[in-house]
T-cell receptor, first 108, second 114 residues
Framework: GENVEQHPSTLSVQEGDSAVIKCTYSDSASNYFPWYKQELGKRPQLIIDIRSNVGEKKDQRIAVTLNKTAKHFSLHITETQPEDSAVYFCAAGTALIFGKGTTLSVSS | SAVISQKPSRDICQRGTSLTIQCQVDSQVTMMFWYRQQPGQSLTLIATANQGSEATYESGFVIDKFPISRPNLTFSTLTVSNMSPEDSSIYLC???????????FGPGTRLTVT
């Protein structure tokens, strides 16, 4: 079955800096890779996703890249703001298998 | 996106009892899933709730412990049976829109087993 590894587990940046979170997956048949943001006490919120026929996707300050050959994908957040502080999860597949999460802290 | 509700939002239960969690969506969806999230942890897929047929369980989860129903395209239930303190967790349903892969989560049910 699918296995998703996520790094780093914690990430601290200054406001305005960029943040990058990386994930690898094991099942070459997986073709859908979403990213979720979860604030304390709230449900996971879908922030961006990418399908296997696309290499990169952007939405304002966030972007996701996918390398199918290497089986890894990354989340890029530019111009970070304090409200970006949360736990971010990557996932793969249709019945999603999640990475362990990255706690992002943005200090002003 | 669809509006998803779960009942109850939280409960405290005695060990050995069972709790049924309901997930209701305001529109028809193709797929519904159940996840568990233990405090400070990631989400773990329990099963895919199939409409009109038995649920598809992930490794480590069995129907006797987590029976699931999905009688129509807008509703599903997850029962946590013969509960132990290790079942204390947040249980979330998610739905997948027709024609897309996007999944959206319900607000979750916080279960505490004493």
């Amino acid at each position: 079955g699918e296995n998703v590894e996520q790094h780093p587990s914690t990430l601290s940046v200054q406001e305005g800096d960029s943040a990058v979170i990386k994930c690898t997956y094991s099942d070459s048949a997986s073709n859908y890779f979403p990213w979720y943001k979860q604030e304390l006490g709230k449900r996971p919120q879908l922030i961006i996703d990418i399908r296997s026929n696309v290499g990169e996707k952007k939405d304002q300050r966030i972007a996701v890249t996918l390398n199918k050959t290497a089986k890894h994908f990354s989340l890029h957040i530019t111009e970070t703001q304090p409200e970006d502080s949360a736990v971010y999860f990557c996932a793969a597949g249709t019945a999603l298998i999640f990475g362990k999460g990255t706690t992002l802290s943005v200090s002003s | 996106s669809a509006v998803i509700s779960q009942k109850p939002s939280r409960d405290i239960c005695q060990r050995g009892t069972s709790l049924t969690i309901q997930c209701q969506v305001d529109s028809q969806v193709t797929m519904m899933f159940w996840y568990r999230q233990q405090p400070g942890q990631s989400l773990t897929l329990i099963a895919t709730a199939n409409q009109g047929s038995e649920a598809t369980y992930e490794s480590g989860f069995v129907i006797d412990k987590f029976p699931i129903s999905r009688p129509n395209l807008t509703f599903s239930t997850l029962t946590v049976s013969n509960m132990s303190p290790e079942d204390s967790s947040i249980y979330l349903c998610s739905v997948q829109n027709r024609g897309t892969y996007e999944q959206y989560f319900g607000p979750g049910t916080r279960l505490t087993v004493t």
